[in-house]
Protein backbone atom coordinates (compact mmCIF):
# COMPACT_ATOMS: atom_id res chain seq x y z
CA UNK A 1 0.00 0.00 0.00
CA UNK A 2 1.54 3.11 -0.84
CA UNK A 3 1.93 6.35 2.11
CA UNK A 4 -0.09 9.14 1.78
CA UNK A 5 2.85 11.75 2.07
CA UNK A 6 5.63 10.85 -0.64
CA UNK A 7 7.80 13.66 -1.44
CA UNK A 8 7.36 13.30 -5.55
CA UNK A 9 4.55 11.92 -6.86
CA UNK A 10 4.05 12.12 -10.58
CA UNK A 11 1.05 11.67 -12.66
CA UNK A 12 0.03 8.61 -13.81
CA UNK A 13 0.28 7.58 -17.77
CA UNK A 14 -2.73 5.31 -17.33
CA UNK A 15 -5.20 7.98 -18.42
CA UNK A 16 -7.52 10.97 -18.08
CA UNK A 17 -8.88 9.00 -14.87
CA UNK A 18 -5.31 8.12 -13.28
CA UNK A 19 -4.28 11.56 -14.09
CA UNK A 20 -7.26 13.07 -11.98
CA UNK A 21 -6.22 9.95 -9.18
CA UNK A 22 -2.89 11.97 -8.83
CA UNK A 23 -3.69 15.06 -8.95
CA UNK A 24 -6.51 14.61 -5.93
CA UNK A 25 -3.76 12.98 -4.11
CA UNK A 26 -0.91 15.72 -4.48
CA UNK A 27 -3.83 18.54 -3.14
CA UNK A 28 -4.63 16.05 -0.67
CA UNK A 29 -1.41 16.13 0.53
CA UNK A 30 -0.56 19.46 0.11
CA UNK A 31 -3.60 20.30 2.56
CA UNK A 32 -2.50 17.86 4.59
CA UNK A 33 1.27 18.71 5.11
CA UNK A 34 0.15 22.68 5.22
CA UNK A 35 -2.17 21.60 8.35
CA UNK A 36 0.70 19.95 9.93
CA UNK A 37 2.92 23.16 9.17
CA UNK A 38 0.78 25.23 11.34
CA UNK A 39 1.55 23.63 14.75
CA UNK A 40 5.59 24.58 14.52
CA UNK A 41 4.65 27.90 13.63
CA UNK A 42 2.32 28.24 16.62
CA UNK A 43 5.09 27.15 18.35
CA UNK A 44 7.60 29.10 17.29
CA UNK A 45 5.36 31.85 17.48
CA UNK A 46 4.40 31.67 21.52
CA UNK A 47 8.32 31.46 21.87
CA UNK A 48 8.92 34.58 19.98
CA UNK A 49 5.89 36.14 21.63
CA UNK A 50 7.61 35.46 24.61
CA UNK A 51 11.58 36.74 23.89
CA UNK A 52 13.36 39.73 23.77
CA UNK A 53 14.11 40.39 20.92
CA UNK A 54 15.26 43.99 21.28
CA UNK A 55 18.66 43.61 19.56
CA UNK A 56 16.37 43.25 15.94
CA UNK A 57 14.93 47.01 16.34
CA UNK A 58 18.48 48.40 17.68
CA UNK A 59 19.63 47.25 14.50
CA UNK A 60 16.55 46.96 11.89
CA UNK A 61 18.48 47.49 8.48
CA UNK A 62 21.45 44.81 9.36
CA UNK A 63 17.94 42.80 10.87
CA UNK A 64 16.16 42.60 7.77
CA UNK A 65 18.97 41.68 5.33
CA UNK A 66 19.89 38.78 7.57
CA UNK A 67 16.57 37.99 8.20
CA UNK A 68 15.94 37.94 4.42
CA UNK A 69 19.20 35.96 3.54
CA UNK A 70 17.98 33.03 5.86
CA UNK A 71 14.73 33.18 4.21
CA UNK A 72 15.54 33.27 0.65
CA UNK A 73 18.27 30.72 1.71
CA UNK A 74 16.04 28.12 3.66
CA UNK A 75 13.53 28.36 0.46
CA UNK A 76 16.89 27.11 -1.33
CA UNK A 77 17.70 24.46 0.22
CA UNK A 78 13.65 23.25 0.57
CA UNK A 79 13.25 23.57 -3.22
CA UNK A 80 16.72 21.15 -3.46
CA UNK A 81 15.58 18.47 -1.17
CA UNK A 82 11.69 18.38 -2.11
CA UNK A 83 12.24 15.30 -3.32
CA UNK A 84 13.76 13.83 -0.07
CA UNK A 85 12.52 13.52 3.41
CA UNK A 86 15.07 15.97 4.37
CA UNK A 87 13.08 18.33 2.10
CA UNK A 88 10.27 18.10 4.78
CA UNK A 89 11.86 18.17 7.34
CA UNK A 90 13.62 21.68 6.81
CA UNK A 91 9.86 22.79 5.73
CA UNK A 92 8.91 21.74 8.87
CA UNK A 93 11.55 24.23 10.18
CA UNK A 94 11.34 26.36 8.31
CA UNK A 95 8.07 26.91 9.72
CA UNK A 96 9.61 26.79 12.93
CA UNK A 97 11.66 30.21 12.36
CA UNK A 98 9.11 31.72 10.43
CA UNK A 99 6.70 31.56 13.44
CA UNK A 100 9.23 32.80 16.04
CA UNK A 101 9.94 35.91 13.56
CA UNK A 102 5.67 36.72 14.12
CA UNK A 103 6.76 37.14 17.72
CA UNK A 104 7.68 41.17 17.54
CA UNK A 105 4.47 41.83 15.77
CA UNK A 106 2.42 39.51 18.15
CA UNK A 107 4.51 41.43 21.44
CA UNK A 108 3.21 44.62 19.52
CA UNK A 109 -0.79 43.78 18.66
CA UNK A 110 -1.27 42.30 22.21
CA UNK A 111 0.23 45.79 23.15
CA UNK A 112 -3.51 47.03 22.25
CA UNK A 113 -6.16 46.28 24.82
CA UNK A 114 -8.31 44.43 21.98
CA UNK A 115 -5.34 42.43 20.66
CA UNK A 116 -5.89 39.63 21.16
CA UNK A 117 -9.73 40.30 19.16
CA UNK A 118 -7.05 41.78 16.28
CA UNK A 119 -5.28 38.61 15.87
CA UNK A 120 -8.56 36.26 15.52
CA UNK A 121 -9.80 38.47 13.00
CA UNK A 122 -6.53 38.56 11.17
CA UNK A 123 -6.74 34.36 11.43
CA UNK A 124 -10.12 34.62 10.51
CA UNK A 125 -9.64 36.39 7.40
CA UNK A 126 -6.67 34.66 6.24
CA UNK A 127 -8.87 31.58 6.65
CA UNK A 128 -12.02 33.19 4.59
CA UNK A 129 -9.38 34.14 1.78
CA UNK A 130 -7.38 31.11 1.04
CA UNK A 131 -10.80 28.80 1.21
CA UNK A 132 -12.47 30.99 -1.01
CA UNK A 133 -9.81 31.59 -3.26
CA UNK A 134 -8.28 27.49 -3.20
CA UNK A 135 -11.91 26.75 -3.50
CA UNK A 136 -12.52 28.52 -6.51
CA UNK A 137 -8.64 27.47 -8.05
CA UNK A 138 -9.59 23.69 -7.30
CA UNK A 139 -13.29 23.83 -8.86
CA UNK A 140 -13.52 26.24 -12.15
CA UNK A 141 -12.63 25.41 -15.55
CA UNK A 142 -10.37 28.59 -15.98
CA UNK A 143 -6.49 28.01 -16.47
CA UNK A 144 -4.71 30.33 -13.92
CA UNK A 145 -1.44 29.92 -15.52
CA UNK A 146 -1.59 33.11 -17.06
CA UNK A 147 -0.81 34.66 -12.67
CA UNK A 148 2.51 33.57 -13.45
CA UNK A 149 3.99 36.66 -15.38
CA UNK A 150 1.85 38.80 -13.14
CA UNK A 151 4.03 36.81 -10.12
CA UNK A 152 7.15 37.26 -11.60
CA UNK A 153 6.62 41.15 -11.70
CA UNK A 154 4.82 41.41 -8.85
CA UNK A 155 7.56 39.71 -6.70
CA UNK A 156 10.43 42.26 -7.62
CA UNK A 157 8.20 45.38 -7.43
CA UNK A 158 7.67 44.20 -3.54
CA UNK A 159 10.53 43.11 -3.10
CA UNK A 160 12.21 46.78 -4.45
CA UNK A 161 9.27 48.70 -2.65
CA UNK A 162 10.41 46.57 0.68
CA UNK A 163 14.10 47.47 0.61
CA UNK A 164 13.55 50.81 -0.17
CA UNK A 165 11.54 51.22 2.47
CA UNK A 166 13.47 49.72 4.85
CA UNK A 167 15.64 52.90 4.40
CA UNK A 168 12.80 55.46 4.36
CA UNK A 169 10.81 54.05 6.96
CA UNK A 170 7.44 55.46 5.23
CA UNK A 171 4.15 54.55 6.87
CA UNK A 172 2.42 55.37 4.03
CA UNK A 173 4.45 53.07 1.94
CA UNK A 174 4.00 50.18 4.52
CA UNK A 175 0.42 50.14 3.82
CA UNK A 176 0.86 50.25 0.79
CA UNK A 177 3.39 47.26 0.92
CA UNK A 178 0.95 45.54 3.09
CA UNK A 179 -1.99 45.76 0.34
CA UNK A 180 0.43 44.74 -2.32
CA UNK A 181 1.22 41.79 -0.20
CA UNK A 182 -1.92 40.44 0.48
CA UNK A 183 -2.82 41.01 -3.95
CA UNK A 184 0.36 39.35 -4.50
CA UNK A 185 -0.33 36.12 -2.09
CA UNK A 186 -3.93 35.86 -3.27
CA UNK A 187 -2.84 35.51 -6.31
CA UNK A 188 -0.22 32.82 -5.63
CA UNK A 189 -3.01 30.96 -3.88
CA UNK A 190 -4.78 30.91 -7.07
CA UNK A 191 -2.33 29.79 -9.22
CA UNK A 192 -1.14 27.63 -6.65
CA UNK A 193 -3.87 25.10 -6.18
CA UNK A 194 -4.96 25.39 -10.34
CA UNK A 195 -1.63 24.37 -10.86
CA UNK A 196 -1.66 21.35 -8.64
CA UNK A 197 -5.16 20.00 -10.34
CA UNK A 198 -3.95 20.66 -13.87
CA UNK A 199 -1.21 18.67 -12.83
CA UNK A 200 1.30 21.36 -13.29
CA UNK A 201 3.17 20.82 -10.18
CA UNK A 202 3.03 17.21 -9.14
CA UNK A 203 5.19 17.66 -5.75
CA UNK A 204 3.80 18.36 -2.62
CA UNK A 205 6.50 19.74 -0.09
CA UNK A 206 7.19 22.86 -3.48
CA UNK A 207 3.25 23.18 -3.37
CA UNK A 208 3.24 23.29 0.24
CA UNK A 209 5.72 25.87 0.75
CA UNK A 210 4.58 27.75 -1.95
CA UNK A 211 0.94 28.05 -0.01
CA UNK A 212 2.48 28.87 3.16
CA UNK A 213 4.29 31.45 2.49
CA UNK A 214 1.12 33.28 0.84
CA UNK A 215 -0.77 32.55 4.24
CA UNK A 216 1.59 33.86 5.96
CA UNK A 217 1.67 37.13 3.98
CA UNK A 218 -1.38 37.72 4.82
CA UNK A 219 -2.18 37.01 7.95
CA UNK A 220 0.75 39.04 8.86
CA UNK A 221 -0.28 42.10 7.09
CA UNK A 222 -3.78 41.63 7.96
CA UNK A 223 -2.36 42.00 11.43
CA UNK A 224 -0.40 45.17 10.90
CA UNK A 225 -3.38 46.52 8.95
CA UNK A 226 -5.91 45.77 11.61
CA UNK A 227 -3.64 47.24 14.12
CA UNK A 228 -2.99 50.31 12.41
CA UNK A 229 -6.41 51.27 12.00
CA UNK A 230 -8.12 49.37 14.77
CA UNK A 231 -5.90 49.29 17.77
CA UNK A 232 -6.89 50.38 21.14
CA UNK A 233 -4.49 51.46 23.46
CA UNK A 234 -6.97 53.44 25.42
Not at 44 to 51: F, S, V, Y
Not at 58 to 74: E, K, M, N
Not at 92 to 99: A, K, P
Request: aromatic share 14%; net charge positive.
Amino acid sequence: MQPELQPNTTLSQAGAGGIALEQQRVLRNTYLLLAITLIPTAIGAAIGTNLNLAFMRASPVISFFVILAVFYGWIFAIERNKNSSLGLVLLLGFTFFMGLLLGPLFQSVLGFKNGAQLIMMAAGGTAAIFFGLAGVAATTKRDFSFLSKFLMVGFFVIMLAVIANVFFASPLAHLVILAMFILFSSAAILFQVNAIVRGGETNYISATLTLYVSIYNIFSSLLQLFGFLGGDRD
